[in-house]
């Protein structure tokens, strides 16, 4: 090794000095503590996240668990007078929202799963990714961007103008939910089509099956887990609405079961009405019975409510695309 | 073989099933195209006495919602603008960089059974309603922050987003920022912790074997690779934190001007909680003019996410 440096010295090739590039002992230092720096800032960065989410959770838990009661849930706020207690000896309760919340939540799944499965049919088993295809599938992309507040104006507007002006019912908020809830059903619907095997596609033709009846016997089917669970993430997303609901479906103190006729409330719309109020009146002398703060309590108490349901329907949607699983080859 | 049988004989009605059925197809794919348009022409439809109504009218539903302080149309929407992507842009900067560490956190130091976990608790953050955040922001966030954003005033003062005295209560567009922050981190940190798990395995193994550390791979290998997606993430994040509207509604104590002045109350307000808070009360021209505002959030949103997917598909391409 030494007489080949030497060899090449005589050569007159250039003479390089290694240890001029050896790392020095400070600069390699610096490197590791800039190494275990930015391991703390990202470690930190994700203790910073749970912050949040741990208060958010935590607070609503506390506070909501105070009126949390069976009356709560059994009774609607008709009857409810400032701070006092109604003849149930409850403060109030939520049925009538958690009616609302459902049917409309129903009307919404009604109109936008079915759209959402046929329109990821088309675009994996017949558009092949041609230019309408592509179009499409980036507008599907964009419409999840829309804020839900516009929804919320076209769903109005469109009902202003179809069937009158001053028209709100809660059917209103299904059109409005199912706008918001489309791109999210189509693009999970999209992802699991896509995961079938195209062997079991090209098996089935070549029995002689339909494409038809290739598609719902044994596509849909294969992928009907995931099709499920992406359309349970779906609801979950769009149950907590509450800025075009506002505006389309209304709020009243009593149930209404007719989701095409009249006023509806639901869930979010009544948290945000309860904390809007601030506090109830109580008449100068009442007993203890009466409580000001209760329009928050209340508040609180559906916020836990429709945190229960939300956090439900999410660990429902991810265990039926685990336990129900179609094992592809990967 | 009765059932074998009726397959041999009937596969005329299973092609007229097939055509239906791909009409089907067909027709929900362009149902998208028609509901977008339809979403554009009803709000347009809706705010057109607007445009072509009676102007002195229009102006003066614009100066009753002011209180006078704007008196047409576009004084009124342009500071409102202006407030939607002050908020915006604030709550983007708090989320960016606590999200890319999360995302960072999630796809290279945590270990692998750890990891879908932490992917879970993130998902969670974006599965809580808005309306809570609101909830949790009014209530809890706007007291507790208080002390930290005084301590700011009275320390960074001298920066003008930050000129004092802090606003007591805390509703203030500092704060919505904070909250609307809370709420974009999770589709930052999903989407670039996605494009960051794909960073191909060969140049992290090059960066390593070339000496670096693990900031140093970061930089050289995954950071580049993901750079798009990451920049599309925020957009969509921006999308997002431009059309929320009750955490703002709930928390901001709104008003009507230009002023960058992060911790005072009476500031600003954005386009989806102006409607949201004026619209029980407008009458039949009010409407239009709320409307209006929001066809006008519709179109900015429309292209920021447009822009958003444009960068994802040509990363993708």
């Known amino acids: ?330 | 073989m009765s059932s074998q049988d009726k397959t041999a004989l009937a596969p005329t009605g299973g092609k007229t099933a097939d055509k239906v059925f791909r009409g089907v197809a067909y027709g929900c794919g362009i149902l998208i195209l028609v509901v977008l348009a339809a979403v554009f022409l009803f709000l347009f439809f809706r705010a057109w006495p607007l445009i072509g109504g009676d102007q002195a009218a229009n102006n003066e539903t614009v100066s009753n919602f002011t209180g006078g302080k704007a008196n047409n149309f576009w004084g009124y929407v342009l500071p409102l603008l202006f407030g939607t992507v002050l908020v915006s842009i604030l709550a983007l900067i708090i989320a960016f960089f606590v999200s890319i560490g999360i995302a960072l956190f999630i796809s290279h130091y945590a270990p692998k059974n750890i990891a879908t976990g932490l992917s879970y608790v993130v998902d969670l953050l974006a599965a809580i309603p808005s309306v809570i955040y609101g909830l949790w922001g009014g209530l809890i966030l706007v007291p507790a922050i208080y002390p930290f954003w005084d301590w700011v005033a009275n320390h960074l003062g001298w920066i003008p987003i930050f000129a004092g005295p802090a606003a007591n209560p805390q509703r203030t567009v500092g704060t919505v920022a904070v909250v609307l922050a809370v709420m974009v981190l999770p589709i930052i940190t999903s989407m670039s912790r996605d494009i960051f798990l794909q960073t191909p395995s060969l140049q992290q193994e090059a960066a390593y074997g070339l000496g670096a550390t693990k900031w140093e791979m970061i930089k050289l290998a995954v950071i580049p690779f993901g750079k798009s997606g990451i920049v599309s993430a925020s957009m969509l994040a921006l999308g997002r934190a431009l059309g929320e509207t009750m955490a703002v509604l709930m928390i901001l104590s709104p008003g009507l001007s230009y002023s960058i002045k992060l911790l005072q109350a009476s500031q600003s307000q954005t386009i989806a909680a102006n409607i949201a808070a004026q619209y029980p009360e407008a009458n039949d021209l009010g409407v239009s003019v709320l409307i209006g505002t929001g066809l006008i959030l519709f179109l900015i949103t429309f292209v920021v996410n447009f822009v958003a997917r444009k960068i994802t598909e040509k990363a993708g391409a």
């Open chain 1, 1 to 330: 090794m030494a007489e080949a440096t030497k060899k090449k010295n005589l050569d007159g090739a250039p003479v390089i000095d290694f240890d001029k590039f050896r790392p020095t002992r400070s600069s390699e230092q610096a490197r590791k503590i800039k190494d275990y720096v930015m391991t703390g800032v990202i470690a930190l960065a994700f203790v910073i996240a749970c912050i949040p989410l741990v208060s958010v959770l935590w607070t609503t838990i506390i506070n909501g668990a105070k009126r949390l009661n069976l009356n709560f849930l059994g009774y609607n706020m008709t009857g409810v007078v400032g701070g006092n207690p109604t003849p149930s000896g409850g403060y109030g309760g939520v049925l009538h929202a958690i009616i609302g919340t459902l049917e409309i939540t129903a009307g919404a799944m009604v109109i936008s799963i079915p759209i959402g499965i046929m329109c990821a049919v088309y675009l994996v088993e017949y558009a092949h990714g041609g230019k309408l295809a592509m179009t499409i599938s980036l507008l599907v992309d964009v419409m999840s961007g829309i804020p839900s507040i516009v929804a919320g104006l076209f769903a109005f507007s469109m009902f202003t103008i179809v069937f009158g002006p001053g028209t709100i019912n809660g059917f209103e908020g299904s059109v409005a939910l199912s706008l918001l809830m489309l791109p999210t059903v189509v693009k999970s619907c999209e992802e699991m089509l896509k995961i079938v095997p195209n062997d079991l596609r090209e098996a089935s033709l070549a029995l002689g099956v339909t494409k038809q009846r290739t598609i719902t016997k044994i596509v849909l089917r294969t992928a009907l887990p995931g099709i499920v669970s992406g359309c349970i993430l779906a609801i979950a997303r769009v149950i907590g609405e509450t800025a075009p609901l506002l505006m389309t479906a209304g709020y009243i103190a009593s149930t209404n079961v007719n989701l095409f006729s009249g006023q509806m409330t639901t869930l979010p719309v009544y948290v945000y009405q309860e904390y809007s109020k601030l506090n109830a009146n109580c008449p100068a002398g009442a007993d203890a019975s009466c409580v000001t703060t209760i329009p928050m309590e209340r508040s609180w108490s559906a916020a836990l409510v429709l945190i229960i349901i939300v956090l439900l329907l999410n660990l429902i949607g991810r265990l039926v695309a685990k336990v129900f699983a179609v094992k592809t080859e990967r």
